[in-house]
T-cell receptor, first 113, second 115 residues
Framework: QQPVQSPQAVILREGEDAVINCSSSKALYSVHWYRQKHGEAPVFLMILLKGGEQKGHDKISASFNEKKQQSSLYLTASQLSYSGTYFC??????????????FGPGTSLSVIP | NAGVTQTPKFQVLKTGQSMTLQCAQDMNHNSMYWYRQDPGMGLRLIYYSASEGTTDKGEVPNGYNVSRLNKREFSLRLESAAPSQTSVYFCASLSSGADRNYEQYFGPGTRLTVT
């Protein structure tokens, strides 16, 4: 079952912060975050493998609450280059292969000057 | 290192025609995937292969078949194309996780239109 992402879309001014949420109805082994620019392939941002794990990549960080099957992506002091669609991918602890990665519908983020 | 390559980049088919989308990776990854992307629907998993010789259905497998020819190649076949299969198709491979990375690498995509 596809994870749920919120919000669907967000518009920011340069320098503002944003949070993108991802939740699943299934217990999760890992959460993956990707960014896709228009007309391009998704690009890996980070992976979170265990509960409470937080990762950072420049001014983009993420957390994973495995008890709630939720992950959040934090973008601070946004830059124009952050614009794109953000996807979370999940691997579930439901007896299927750990290699099965299912993606959410995406969150469109636009950063304006 | 070419990463993940896909052919063709663009294709137009008539309803009922068949075709095979090719994908290859040169990173020695075990797992490979086929996704389709439609506006507002995100990336939906069609089929995946956890290792050479194995394939499993994803979320939307109907109308497709796959073949894991060897460790490098994973092809997707549309036996009788339908307009509902108009989409962008992405192939991906997953790093092994020896360094706890588990990053998926995506190919550039194939834009398929079925008329």
């Amino acid at each position: 079952q596809q994870p749920v992402q919120s919000p669907q879309a967000v518009i920011l001014r340069e320098g503002e912060d944003a949070v993108i949420n991802c939740s699943s109805s299934k217990a999760l082994y890992s959460v993956h975050w990707y960014r896709q620019k228009h007309g391009e392939a998704p690009v890996f941002l980070m992976i979170l493998l265990k509960g409470g794990e937080q990762k950072g990549h420049d001014k983009i960080s993420a957390s994973f609450n495995e008890k709630k099957q939720q992950s959040s992506l934090y973008l601070t002091a946004s830059q124009l280059s952050y614009s794109g669609t953000y996807f979370c991918g999940t691997r579930a602890l439901d007896g299927t292969s750990y290699d099965k990665v299912i993606f959410g519908p995406g969150t469109s983020l636009s950063v304006i000057p | 290192n070419a990463g993940v390559t896909q052919t063709p980049k663009f294709q137009v088919l008539k309803t009922g025609q068949s075709m095979t989308l090719q994908c290859a990776q040169d990173m020695n990854h075990n797992s490979m995937y086929w996704y389709r992307q439609d506006p507002g629907m995100g990336l939906r998993l069609i089929y995946y292969s956890a290792s050479e010789g194995t394939t499993d259905k994803g979320e939307v497998p109907n109308g497709y078949n796959v073949s894991r020819l060897n460790k490098r190649e994973f092809s997707l076949r549309l036996e009788s194309a339908a307009p509902s299969q108009t989409s962008v198709y992405f192939c991906a491979s997953l790093s092994s996780g020896a360094d706890r990375n588990y990053e998926q690498y995506f190919g550039p995509g194939t834009r398929l239109t079925v008329t």
